[in-house]
């Protein structure tokens, strides 16, 4: 039995991914060979949220009580250094596996009410592999009798072929940035990138950048998708793209990762809501009891 249970392997032409009943987790995805992502080993467990599912928060999660629906909720502490909560618990759960197709999987986890999240929910992941790469799909469902309240977020680790993201060019079409404090939580400002280190609207290089930024006010086209890409010294270049029901996109370099982690990979992070949102309420998605809720994004190397 492997750490993270089943794994699922799709392909499309050149491109092979592996997504694990353990939390639907992205755990390999490659384009003829080559890494798309930065995942890890079918025998290891997922670290420091490699490819892993943000239900029902993304991010950081204060300590204290927060409430909705006036249920009463605690998240358990799982970063004692900030005491903070991250990126929920549903990347822990086993899913149920209900198609499997050669190029596109769904897997399926009921969401019953713990002391962190008290509400019944239904979250359903599909993965497609086609001409324009991953494309993640989720659908949440209130199998509740209140209003309940979620934040969703995903962790792709954007790969480089080369041993580190050194002379790598990073692109992140947004306005605005989300100011937070020594423990990485928001202090409720959203600050202008113009005239900063987080000004990416033009791609630069992320040499002498440390960066742990969750980005807003994002520049879209004409269909309503926002890119950012990671284009690596050696010209291959990995892109994510998110609709509008993710407004928010963290952004990581991997500065604090241990030593053969760091600085290897780009975390490009669509969120629906900044850290800590079921406390503060900033930019939840609410459903009634019956609603569905439904969002994707794109995963693509190109070059």
Known sequence: MLPTGEQIAIAHGDQRAVITEVGATLRAYVKAGVPVIEGFAAEEMAEHGRGQIGFPWPGRMGDGEWSFSDRSAHAAIDDPSHATSSHGFVRWRRFEVTSVNQNR?????????TPDYPFLTELKM?????PTGLTVTSTVTN???????????????????TPTIEGAQLK????????????HLPTGEILPVMGNAYDFREAKSVNGHDLDVTF??????????????????????????MDRNFPYAQVCTGDALPVGRRRTSVVLAPL??????????????????????AASWRLRRVG
């Open 105 to 113: 999987c769904s897997l399926v986890l009921v969401v019953h009410p």
């Open 126 to 130: 599909d993965y497609h592999l086609g």
């Open 143 to 161: 199998l509740d009798e209140v209003p309940v309240p979620f934040g969703l977020g995903f962790l792709p680790y954007a790969a480089v072929s």
């Open 172 to 183: 992140v079409p947004a306005k605005a940035y989300v100011a937070v404090n020594d423990r």
């Open 216 to 241: 807003t006010e994002l520049i879209r086209d004409d269909t309503g998708m926002c890119t950012l890409s990671l284009a690596d010294s050696k010209g291959g270049e990995v892109e994510v793209s």
């Open 272 to 293: 629906t809501c900044p850290p800590d949102a079921l406390r503060s309420g900033k930019d939840i998605v609410i459903l009634e009891p019956g609603q569905h809720w």
